[in-house]
Structure formats: structure tokens, C-alpha cells
């Protein structure tokens, strides 16, 4: 890869931030709007980090959880076809399969906001299935207490919203 693909490469995971920066901000229509255009240049066939980086903000940028559930399944498709040598040349210390406890985590929550809670029990049965690539941090810890809580909604316990934020390795 050239040196002028890498910079161009950085600059996408740049602005992919920035509109996250606004999510989290509450400004969720610019956000939308930001990621969409960037999902626009990307395309669906785009670098499978940066659809499954956009797509997995995307979800959380959505009003109608149908909408959220279809970004969610773009982001896990996307990983899907990520392979750690293109990782590491954004975030050196992080695996792929560190990012399927949040993506399986993140569908089994659409699948309860879609009352089809046997889907959801599906995906948090992966999420915690994958949970021996998370590391022992901060996010690691996150993703785990979210899981647990989600299994808590799905005995039928009350509980916070499962989302456990960015992928390891990734700042807003």
C-alpha cells in the first residue's frame, strides 16, 4: 500500500471521529448525516474497517431500532471480512475478534427492542461466547457488565441500556 492510500486510509477513520465526537455530543442528525456521506464514498465494498467502524456508530445514531438492527448486521458483516493484518495497521493492539462481544452484544439489544427475544438470546449467547478475546481494561469490563445486565433484561430483571461505546482501541 502507498504512503498517499495509508494518509487517505487515516483520513476516513478521522472523520468517521469527528461525527462520532458529534454523537456523542447529542447530535445525532449531523452525525447521521456525516456518516452517511461517508458511507456513500466507502460504498459496500469499501475497506471492511471502515464500514464496520461507521456501521457500528451508525447503529447507535438511529432513532427506529429496524434502522439500528440493519447497521448493526452491516458492522458484523463487515468484521466478517476484516482480517487482523488491516487492523493492526490502524490499531496495532487490538484483534477482530475483540470486536464480536460488541457487535453480538449490540444485536442481541435491536433483537430485544424488536421483542424478538429469542433472536436476542442467539447474539448475547455469542457475545459471551467471545468474551475470552476482551482484554482485562476498562472496555473489556464494559462489554461484560453490559452483557450481564442484558441477561438480566432478558430473565425479565430491569436493567441500564446494554450499549458497551467504541471498540477497543478507538477514542471518540
Not at 135 to 161: C, N, T, W
Request: proline residues 6%; charged residues 30%; glycine residues 8%.
Amino acid at each position: 500500500m502507498t504512503e498517499q492510500q495509508e494518509a487517505s486510509e487515516d483520513a476516513v477513520m478521522t472523520r468517521i471521529g469527528q461525527a462520532v465526537i458529534l454523537l456523542h455530543a447529542g447530535d445525532r442528525e449531523e452525525a447521521r448525516n456525516r456518516f452517511g456521506e461517508l458511507w456513500a464514498e466507502i460504498g459496500e465494498d469499501g475497506d471492511p474497517l471502515h464500514r464496520c467502524t461507521l456501521a457500528h456508530y451508525m447503529a447507535d445514531a438511529q432513532d427506529d431500532p429496524a434502522d439500528e438492527l440493519a447497521w448493526d448486521l452491516r458492522a458484523l458483516t463487515a468484521a466478517d471480512g476484516l482480517g487482523d493484518e488491516r487492523l493492526a495497521r490502524h490499531e496495532p493492539d487490538v484483534a477482530v475478534r475483540a470486536f464480536y462481544p460488541s457487535l453480538h452484544l449490540n444485536l442481541a439489544a435491536d433483537y430485544l427492542k424488536l421483542q424478538r427475544p429469542d433472536a436476542a438470546r442467539i447474539h448475547l449467547t455469542r457475545a459471551r461466547a467471545a468474551t475470552g478475546a476482551l482484554s482485562d481494561d476498562g472496555y473489556g469490563h464494559g462489554v461484560r457488565a453490559a452483557i450481564a445486565r442484558l441477561e438480566q433484561r432478558l430473565a425479565g430483571e430491569p436493567g441500564q441500556e446494554p450499549r458497551p461505546g467504541p471498540f477497543p482501541g478507538q477514542h471518540p
